[in-house]
């Protein structure tokens, strides 16, 4: 059993909390955090199970606790990231991992020297519906990817230290990154509207990548709820609606092209392929429990995690030149 102290228990927090808590392999030990009405509020669910403090460096100097997770501010994720590391603990840290990819960088060649894990919190990846696209991708099943358009807006949260995009895009980011592989944008289109905050409320996102395509729209000013990923093959077509309890359709469509010297280049040339939609069985799991077993296993199998700093690096890389291209 891995114990595990808990820095920050604002608005992601308890939720973290909770699935290290129900957990078989995990010991919740202590929850930290510098506001007494948020120790009072976990101290109402948890009661003396776990241990409470505001001061994180008095859970960093415990030797009994093996990792942390961090749950602040990303303004705090480079300080306190680092106090964790020289303290010996393996990371588990909220997205974005930190605020510049400098401090990224150094954080990943501290915690190589010092042979600890860090997991960055890309949750996304571990969600069955995504895993299930990549096993299609990864079999071939899809065909050549051709586009990946993906939406996830809502009416709120409006956070007033990171942008929409920093926000909620990077899951999407995230996501094209594990299914690719690890490619990286080399065109990167954005367009931003800060509303009713210094930082943007509203984005839209168009990047190529080396075979294909992506957009990517990310807003907190939307009257609907939408979780939503289009992902058109070669071969079939698939549909993520996390909103839906059917949350995986995978359409037997496409285009064939006839390729015969003797057929002119006109309408004929092409051919729609409408064939069966099917929608599979995906067990219900929680992508944030997976995550954190995820963690636990990199840690007892001394291993790098798949939501890795080399992938957070990558999406901050994007997030940065996405920055720069904002209204340009």
């Known amino acids: 059993m891995v114990n595990i102290g808990l820095i920050g228990f604002g608005y992601w927090g308890p939720n973290v909390a909770k699935n290290i808590f129900n957990n078989g392999k995990y010991n919740l030990d202590t929850i930290c955090d510098y506001d007494e009405t948020r120790i009072e509020k976990a101290k109402r669910v948890y009661i003396e199970q776990v241990k409470y403090e505001s001061d994180y460096r008095v859970l960093l100097a415990d030797e009994s606790i093996t990792a942390v997770a961090i749950a602040v501010e990303t303004s705090g994720h480079y300080k306190i990231a680092k106090d964790a590391l020289l303290a010996g603990k393996h990371i588990y840290i909220e997205k974005p991992f930190t605020s510049t990819v400098e401090e990224a960088e150094e954080l990943k060649d501290l915690a190589l020297e010092l042979g600890l894990i860090i997991h960055v919190d ?3 990846i571990f969600h069955p519906v995504v895993q299930k696209i990549k096993s299609m991708i990864d079999s071939g099943e899809l065909g050549d990817i051709l586009y990946i358009d993906c939406k996830r807006l809502n009416l709120g949260q409006i956070k007033k230290d990171v942008s929409a995009m920093w926000d909620l895009a990077v899951h999407d980011l995230s996501i094209i990154d594990y299914l690719s592989g690890g490619k990286e944008p080399f065109y990167i289109s954005a367009i ?13 996102l168009s990047l190529k990548y080396e075979g294909f395509i992506a957009h990517i729209q990310s807003s907190w000013i939307s009257p609907l709820k939408e979780r939503k990923i289009v992902i058109a093959g070669t071969k079939k077509m698939v549909v993520f609606d ?4 059917d949350k995986l359709m995978i359409y037997d469509k496409g285009v064939n092209v006839i390729y015969d010297e003797n057929i002119e280049y ?3 040339s092409v051919k729609i392929r409408n064939g069966d939609l099917i929608i599979p069985y995906i067990p219900a799991e929680d992508a944030l429990y997976n995550s954190l077993n995820h963690f636990l ?3 007892l199998e001394n291993r790098q995690s798949v939501s890795s700093p080399d992938q957070a690096i990558r999406l901050l890389n994007t997030l940065y030149r996405a920055d720069n291209r904002m209204n340009k």
């Open 192 to 204: 931003g509207e800060k509303i009713y905050n210094p930082k943007e409320t509203l984005v839209f």
């Open 297 to 299: 296993e990199s840690i």
């Open 122 to 124: 890309h949750i996304m």
């Open 266 to 268: 006109s309408d004929y």
């Open 242 to 245: 996390d909103m839906k309890a």
